[in-house]
């Protein structure tokens, strides 16, 4: 017999998921969409702290979406629903937009930086150390290092949040949108 539970202690995995875990959704972007797999589990950590996104994919859906998973107080799950909205080559130009107080996106949309708002200039992202891991092969894929910025709005009274993601190792910027879900809107299956 193979022995799933050795799978959490290869990366963060709050969740812990394995590679037959399906999960379904009963409320935010991801509702009655039918179920969906967990793929790739992905290990940020930032100084002392650690948290999770959870790549999740669908054979009914061709998008993937990412769970991003934070324990806090009390062990207390957080939990955030993200979508690839765009990627950016490496650009000086975009660099410079990054981490600035404000960004709008090109829809429109103006978020506000959610670290340290009140200060005006540009912060320079958080670094973060990452490993990715393929839940089916039992795998460390890779490992790199990222410059992360958080921003947030109010989207007719739901907060949506935006996460730029840098590779250091690519300069690649991935940019991602998404919303926080409450643990009580999603039912992950273990087999």
């Not at 969409?33 to 650690?50: A, D, H, P, T, W």
């Not at 629903?81 to 130009?93: A, N």
Request: one cysteine or more.
């Amino acid at each position: 017999m193979f022995d799933l539970s050795d799978r959490s202690k290869k990366v963060f995995n709050p969740l812990n998921v394995n590679a037959n875990s399906i999960i379904e959704f009963s409320a935010g972007p991801l509702s009655n969409n039918g179920i969906y797999r967990f793929k790739k589990i992905v290990e940020f950590s930032i100084n002392e702290s650690k948290y999770s996104r959870y790549l999740l994919y669908s054979k009914v859906d061709d998008d993937e979406y990412v769970m991003e998973v934070h324990t806090g107080n009390n062990n207390c799950i957080e939990t955030y629903i993200y979508y690839l909205s765009d990627t950016v080559p490496f650009s000086e130009e975009f660099l410079e937009v990054v981490g600035q107080k404000f960004l709008t996106t090109p829809d429109g949309f103006e978020f506000e930086r959610t670290i340290m708002p009140y200060k005006e200039e540009r912060i320079d992202g958080a670094q973060a150390k990452v490993k990715i891991y393929d839940i089916e092969t039992d795998r460390t894929e890779k490992q790199l290092v990222v410059n992360l910025w958080d921003y947030q709005r109010d989207a007719e009274g739901i907060t949506e949040y935006l996460n730029i993601e840098m590779s250091e190792e690519t300069g690649l910027f991935k940019i991602f949108v998404g919303e926080g879900i409450e643990d009580i809107f999603y039912k992950i299956y273990q087999s």
